[in-house]
């Protein structure tokens, strides 16, 4: 993606900086000087390049890039969509429920270059990205003291944002850079490169973390949990499980989120219990899960209107669209509800899968039982009758554990490139819900068309549109 900032930083949340400028001002000479500073106060939202040239403004930018990945993840509120969203619309996890056209061609799988939508979705990742890798170039030059862990979750976020991307766009992902103020700009890579890409950003920060304060074993289990998500994609599943060796399930690595500020409020509840412009799926395209109506605990779901549903504040029974039925999710049911965005039990679910493709079915069902075992009101699985149903039976427990997590269209890629299922048996096929129309053949999401601005991509990013 083409890089979009250059030497400007937003630093700690905007409502700390502008009280903190609020205070300047206030303390100031009052009398005929007053007037002249406050034309000439500074924006408060916004470090200037000097200011970031310390140790203080460093620090700064780290804690910055923090709060680019809450908006690029699960946060943004009315502001924007994000692959967590928009990724389970182009899966099954959710269904349009608005008449905005741009969401509506993500739905159906016939996606063009400009959508809007997925072009802020990217552009907010690729801003974390350059985030962290301006904070440890700033970390290094000014504070190479700084704790292991400082240096470490800046790689975090940008192996988790460059597997994010692969994982959903197509072949020919572009990473441009910023250097003395100046755009690097990037050339088109294959998938697989992205994930290498990742990769070693996850090595690079488990290298820098050597302490044992909490910070460091946060920071160290959502490396190796992103480093084991990244082989499962690069196809080497004994390694993905040697990876989240030792991260205990009950691990989480969170966004936080505020209802008072928009822009840091949940957009899942937003989008969905809020606005109405989502609803949960069910059996989207034949092919798609029964998320609204499994009744399982792990994706409590409510009619709009329902007892359920008013409990939590959601009165209406028709989606924006005015269609019904309007499921609403209620795993977050506040807009101030964090996420989990990396966790303890996706690391079992990656130990599930190793043991499923080294034939061991029996310990990869106890695997999964295990996990069953945490959650009130989930029986045990039993045996499935055939290799293909386990490896349904698999996915399907990914599918439930990390519901809206942006994992879902990463899941349905590999069932056709690791497990050579077609691709109108994995994705949603056949007539569209709405319009009268039918599905189309999209199985990834093409690099933006604002990319076409970036001198060394050309048009038509994509180098493959294949899974």
């Known amino acids: 993606m083409r890089a979009t900032h250059k030497t400007r930083a937003h630093a700690a949340p905007r409502w700390l900086r502008r009280v ?12 005929a000087s007053a007037c002249s500073d406050a034309l000439t106060v500074e924006d408060p939202d916004i470090l200037e390049p000097a200011e970031l040239e310390s140790a203080a403004g460093a620090d700064a930018v780290r804690l910055g890039t923090i709060a680019r990945l809450n908006g690029a993840t699960s946060g943004g509120g009315d502001v924007s969509d994000n692959l967590f969203l928009l990724g389970g619309l182009f899966a099954d996890e959710w269904i349009n429920g608005d008449s905005f056209i741009a969401r509506q061609e ?3 799988r016939v996606i063009t270059p400009e959508n809007t939508f997925l072009t802020t979705a990217t552009r907010t990742l690729n801003r974390a990205r350059l985030g962290a890798e301006q904070a440890l170039t700033l970390l290094g030059r000014h504070n190479p003291g700084a704790p292991g862990w400082h240096f470490g979750e800046m790689h975090f976020v940008q192996a988790y ?23 690097q700009y990037g050339t088109p890579i294959t998938t697989t490169a992205a994930f290498e890409r990742a990769l070693k950003s996850a090595d690079d920060g488990l290298a820098r ?42 691990f989480r690595y969170r966004m936080f989120h505020a209802q008072a500020r928009e822009a840091n409020r949940n957009v899942i509840v937003t989008r969905n219990n809020v606005n109405r412009r989502y609803s949960v799926g069910n059996r989207e395209g034949t092919n798609g899960l029964n998320f609204a109506t499994a009744g399982d605990p792990r994706v409590p779901v409510c009619v709009g209107g329902d007892p359920a549903c008013r409990a939590i504040g959601v009165t209406r029974t028709d989606r924006d669209d005015l269609l019904r ?35 061991n079915s029996a310990g990869s069902l106890a695997t999964l039982n295990a996990l069953r075992t945490t959650v009130t009101g989930l029986a045990p699985l039993t045996e499935a009758a055939t290799p293909a149903g386990a490896v349904d039976q698999l996915f399907r427990e990914r599918a439930f554990w990390l519901f809206s997590r942006g994992h879902r269209v990463g899941d349905l890629r590999r069932l056709i490139r690791q497990y050579g299922r077609p691709a109108n048996t994995v994705f949603p096929t056949g007539a569209w819900h709405k319009n009268d129309a039918l599905y189309g053949g999209d199985v990834t999401i093409p690099v933006p068309a604002a990319e076409a601005n970036n001198p060394n991509a050309g048009s038509g990013v994509c180098l493959s549109r294949e899974a």
């Open 20 to 31: 903190a400028a609020f205070a300047l001002l206030a303390g100031g000479a009052a009398g």
């Open 106 to 108: 993500i739905d159906q």
């Open 161 to 183: 944002t460059v597997n994010l991307l692969a994982e959903h766009l197509c072949s020919g992902l572009v990473f441009s850079s910023v250097l003395d103020g100046e755009e």
């Open 209 to 250: 973390i050597t302490g044992a304060t909490a910070d460091d074993v946060r920071v160290r289990n959502a490396l190796q949990v992103t480093r084991g998500r990244i082989l499962m994609n690069l196809n080497r599943p004994a390694d993905a499980a040697t990876a989240v060796t030792g991260v205990p399930t009950g």
């Open 325 to 359: 039925p309007f499921h609403v999710q209620m795993i977050w049911t506040r807009e101030d509800s964090s996420v989990t965005i990396v966790s303890g039990v996706e690391a079992r679910l990656l130990e599930a899968e190793a043991q499923q493709r080294a034939g």
